[in-house]
């Protein structure tokens, strides 16, 4: 099983600067490495695939790169919904695996 | 508009069966694997399993020996069964759909149904 590692688990920021979360894979996934952005009580959403492309209706202000083993997502600047926790999922392998997380929390 | 709409017994005991229903709004039922994930907090969000329009099924083999994922294409659902629930299954569990862009993604989501087990 490929286990994905989130730095940090929690990232202080203020609305209007830039976020950098970053996902660690055991082994290559390739690019086949998603990421989702979760507010309380809901499930998650997809905002990234495939490394880089945006899903659909997300904003421009997310990115998403890397390749191999380690991914990153950028939100480039802060607003105040972004506040939330946002997990990396590999689908490279069985079984699919989520990372444990990176809560933006407000400075 | 996709929809999954997600519903079941919230309340178990240990060792009973876990049943939940996902049933699709809105979008195309074939051409798609539909898939359970869960979320713990102790474990995080955990893929369980997937079926497709034909019935093939991939499980995680670290609940294989006790989860049944069956389809009704006539009725655009899925269900997920989960035999011998101990408080360790106690957690979220979501309906998704595995997108066609990209691998293995899950691009919608049903809203989610809260298990306890407990005695």
């Known amino acids: 099983e490929i286990v994905l590692t989130q730095s940090p688990a929690t990232l202080s920021l203020s609305p209007g600067e830039r976020a950098t979360l970053s996902c660690r894979a055991s082994?290559?996934?390739?690019?086949?490495l998603a990421w989702y952005q979760q507010k309380p009580g809901q499930a998650p959403r997809l905002l990234i695939y495939?490394?880089?492309t945006r899903a659909t209706g997300i904003p421009p202000r997310f990115s998403g790169s890397g390749s191999g083993t380690d991914f990153t997502l950028i939100i480039s600047s802060l607003e105040a919904e972004d506040f939330v926790v946002y997990y990396c999922?590999?689908?490279?392998?069985?079984?699919?695996?989520f990372g444990q997380g990176t809560r933006l929390e407000i400075k | 508009q996709v929809q999954l709409q997600q519903w079941g017994a919230g309340l178990l005991k240990p060792s009973e069966t876990l049943s939940l229903t996902c049933i699709i709004y809105?979008?195309?039922?074939?051409?798609?694997?539909w898939s359970w994930i869960r979320q713990s907090p102790g474990k995080g969000l955990e893929w369980i399993g997937e079926?497709?329009?034909?019935?093939?099924?991939n499980y995680n083999t670290s609940l294989k020996s006790r989860v049944t994922i069956s389809i009704d294409t006539s009725k655009n659902q899925f269900s997920l069964n989960l035999t011998s629930v101990t408080a360790a299954d106690t957690a979220v569990y979501y309906c998704?759909?595995?997108?066609?862009?990209?691998?293995?993604?899950?691009?919608?989501w049903g809203q989610g149904t809260l298990v306890t087990v407990s005695s």
């Open positions: 079926i497709n329009e034909d019935g093939n099924t």
């Open positions: 495939d490394t880089s």
């Open positions: 809105g979008g195309s039922f074939s051409g798609y694997y």
């Open positions: 999922q590999q689908g490279s392998n069985w079984p699919v695996t």
């Open positions: 998704a759909r595995v997108s066609i862009l990209g691998l293995h993604s899950f691009d919608y």
């Open positions: 082994q290559s996934v390739s690019s086949n």
